[in-house]
């Protein structure tokens, strides 16, 4: 089965240093990977996909992610944080399995950015 | 582009009682898709449907929950009777396009949370 993992609960970064977010799959075949934030008492909004290509993919609000066939990971980075950035981010992968669209959620990543 | 909207926003209950939720996608996307996300656990799919038939169902209980997508357009969700472990958000979510396009993004809507007395 399709799964992802987020080992961090939680991530605390200061404002204007760099990020991570880690998340690494486990896929049959080749990987359909997404990531998303979640605000308090918001639904889920999109940042970004791969798909295929190039392993650095850039998506919404500064955010890019590195694809790691090696390594099986798909970790989110920003260069520098802002305290807005402060929210709950879910990887998830596309399971192709069932032919259908369902996506897999990780557990989510909690990400603090102090001031 | 207008969102995913969905409703109420928040919905208190006592256990046995009946609750049912709202969604209207994206306009012209055809997939639909329901989640139910527990507190502190990432969501988790419960039904999906292409214009107005289910294409999965396969993690919804179905002795107490049901979905219809009448027009392929909206959606509502049914919990009957609720059960203390159905307190979550409910999240709706669409897609433009059919089960076979692997590049599909889905946008989710606000979210119904749930609360179960």
């Known amino acids: 089965a399709q799964s992802v993992a987020q080992p961090e609960d939680q991530v605390n970064v200061a404002e204007g240093n760099p990020l991570t977010v880690k998340c690494t799959y486990s896929?049959?075949?080749?990987?359909?990977l997404f990531w998303y934030v979640q605000y308090p008492n918001r639904g889920l909004q999109f940042l970004l996909k791969y798909i295929t290509g190039d392993n650095l993919v850039k998506g919404s609000y500064g955010f890019e992610a590195e694809f790691n066939k090696s390594q099986t990971s798909f970790h989110l980075k920003k260069p520098s944080a802002l305290v807005s950035d402060s929210a709950l981010y879910f990887c998830a992968v596309r399971d192709l399995n069932t032919g259908f669209q369902k996506l897999v959620f990780g557990t989510g990543t909690r990400l603090l950015v102090s001031p | 582009e207008a969102g995913v909207a969905q409703s109420p926003r928040y919905k208190i209950i006592e256990k046995r009682q009946s609750v049912a939720f709202w969604c209207n996608p994206i306009?012209?996307?055809?997939?639909l898709y329901w989640y139910q996300q527990i507190l502190g656990q990432g969501p988790k799919l419960l039904i999906q449907?292409?214009?107005?038939?289910?294409?999965?169902d396969s993690q919804l209980p179905k002795d107490r929950f049901s979905a219809e997508r009448l027009k392929g357009v909206d959606s509502t969700l049914k919990i009957q009777p609720a059960k203390l472990e159905d307190s979550a958000v409910y999240l709706c979510a669409s897609s433009s396009g059919t089960s076979g396009s692997r590049i599909d993004t889905q946008y989710f809507g606000p979210g119904t949370r749930l609360t179960v007395l």
């Open positions: 449907f292409q214009n107005n038939g289910v294409v999965d």
């Open positions: 306009s012209g996307h055809a997939t």
């Open positions: 896929v049959s075949g080749n990987p359909y």
